[in-house]
T-cell receptor, first 111, second 110 residues
């Protein structure tokens, strides 16, 4: 099945540091989204970036999209212990009503 | 409060049994989804429904069945044909481009 891929698979940083995670996908998209999942919980939507946008900000989150490389990155600035979670990218490359999720990046932020 | 409610949170299934996971939403969304998540893995699409009385297979539909008789309800049945059903199951609904998730149901085969 078509599925995006995130890297790194796991990331461990100290509070206050920035965290960057990347996502690649395979075919053309209309938009790409990032979601967060705390352990054993549902996913929560963070941010959506459209294919005609290159960068988007939301609070401490910065998302970039490079459609020529079929890749996106999520930057969390000044990380906090509460940011510890798994982060997933999702694209609509499966069609308007069929979001395809990547395998996720597990972020651990240490106090 | 508006949202998606999944039940039960934890479910144990004996070999050869069918079990049904409930998903209810009061967000008035047309599209609903079921995803499966294995430990440390991403989400895989089982089934989705764009409108009442209509649903499509996702990438791993074998051994699962769904119904969509009401807009707010999209139950998932894990049948005995699903040989490895132990996983975390997530129900979701969609408004425009954003998907909203329930809190998930853990299914374990005993």
């Amino acid at each position: 099945s078509q599925q995006g891929e995130e890297d790194p698979q796991a990331l461990s940083i100290q509070e206050g540091e920035n965290a960057t995670m990347n996502c690649s996908y395979k075919t053309s998209i209309n938009n790409l989204q990032w979601y967060r999942q705390n352990s054993g919980r549902g996913l929560v939507h963070l941010i959506l970036i459209r294919s005609n946008e290159r960068e988007k900000h939301s609070g401490r989150l910065r998302v970039t999209l490079d459609t020529s490389k079929k890749s996106s990155s999520l930057l969390i600035t000044a990380s906090r212990a509460a940011d510890t979670a798994s982060y997933f990218c999702a694209t609509d490359e499966g069609g308007y009503n069929k979001l395809i999720f990547g395998a996720g990046t597990r972020l651990a932020v240490h106090p | 409060d508006g949202g998606i409610t999944q039940s039960p949170k934890y479910l144990f299934r004996k070999e050869g049994q069918n079990v049904t996971l409930s998903c209810e939403q009061n967000l008035n969304h047309d599209a609903m989804y079921w995803y499966r998540q294995d430990p440390g893995q991403g989400l895989r699409l089982i089934y989705y429904s764009q409108i009442v009385n209509d649903f499509q297979k996702g990438d791993i539909a074998e051994g699962y069945s769904v119904s969509r008789e009401k807009k707010e309800s999209f139950p998932l049945t894990v049948t005995s044909a699903q040989k490895n059903p132990t996983a975390f199951y997530l129900c979701a609904s969609k408004n425009r481009n954003t998907i909203y998730f329930g809190e998930g149901s853990w299914l374990t085969v005993v």
